[in-house]
């Protein structure tokens, strides 16, 4: 089956500590993207990257850091920075104009 | 800066009637819209794709519109039943290098049985 995976479902973040938001996806997209969705809003764009080992800050980039070694990978990592980290984080891919896809997410709590 | 609003942002209706969710956008220089579902705690699935150049879309009981000029479009879902029930979220794909789209804040449906 072609699609996204997000793991984990569900993460718990103490204070100061980083953590690491995994998507993989098999459906051959150049660019993959993550979100943040908080209550009641839509979802504002953290990070994307059109190509591998290149990417671009969104909207609400501080406090967050990606990388892209792979087509297929795009983690990202929610830093001590991020003062209010608590949120359902949602990655997506797409190749060009067409339809963007997204995974099931991660629920991020901060203890 | 492109903005999206979806207006209401609940709506309850009694099953088997006929309804429209509506998008607005704020900058018309737009490649495609796209409407989305997303059930409680879990992600978007894509409905309906419009690109810029096309004035409708359908898809089963769903049927989007894009009126490009007046900066709106509608999602009109025939005959509602109670698995409808979710949030509805349309994404507008603006000109320029970052292809990102911004998205509303969604409608809550809830269709009672």
């Known amino acids: 089956d072609g699609g996204i995976t997000q793991s984990p479902k569900y993460l718990f973040r103490k204070e100061g500590q980083n953590v690491t938001l995994s998507c993989e996806q098999n459906?051959?997209?150049?660019?993959m993207y993550w979100y943040r969705q908080d209550p009641g809003q839509g979802l504002r764009l953290i990070y994307y990257?059109?190509?591998?080992?290149?990417?671009q800050k969104g909207d609400i980039a501080e406090g967050y850091s990606v990388s892209r070694e792979k087509k297929e990978s795009f983690p990202l990592t929610v830093t001590s920075a991020q003062k209010n980290p608590t949120a359902f984080y949602l990655c997506?891919?797409?190749?060009?104009?067409?339809?963007?896809?997204f995974g099931p997410g991660t629920r991020l709590t901060v203890l | 800066k492109q903005e999206v609003t979806q207006i209401p942002a609940a709506l309850s209706v009694p099953e088997g009637e006929n309804l429209v969710l509506n998008c607005s956008f704020t900058?018309?220089?737009?490649?495609?819209l796209q409407w989305f579902r997303q059930d409680p705690g879990k992600g978007l699935t894509s409905l309906l794709l419009?690109?810029?150049?096309?004035r409708e879309q359908t898809s089963g009981r769903l049927n989007a519109s894009l009126d490009k000029s007046s900066g709106r479009s509608t999602l009109y879902i025939a005959a509602s039943q109670p698995g409808d029930s979710a949030t509805y979220l349309c994404?507008?794909?603006?000109?320029?290098?970052?292809?990102?789209?911004?998205f509303g804040s969604g409608t809550q449906l809830t269709v009672l049985p």
């Open positions: 900058d018309s220089a737009i490649y495609n």
């Open positions: 419009i690109q810029s150049s096309q």
């Open positions: 997506a891919s797409r190749t060009g104009i067409d339809e963007q896809f």
């Open positions: 459906l051959n997209h150049d660019a």
């Open positions: 990257s059109q190509i591998v080992n290149d990417f």
């Open positions: 994404a507008v794909d603006s000109s320029g290098s970052a292809r990102q789209l911004t």
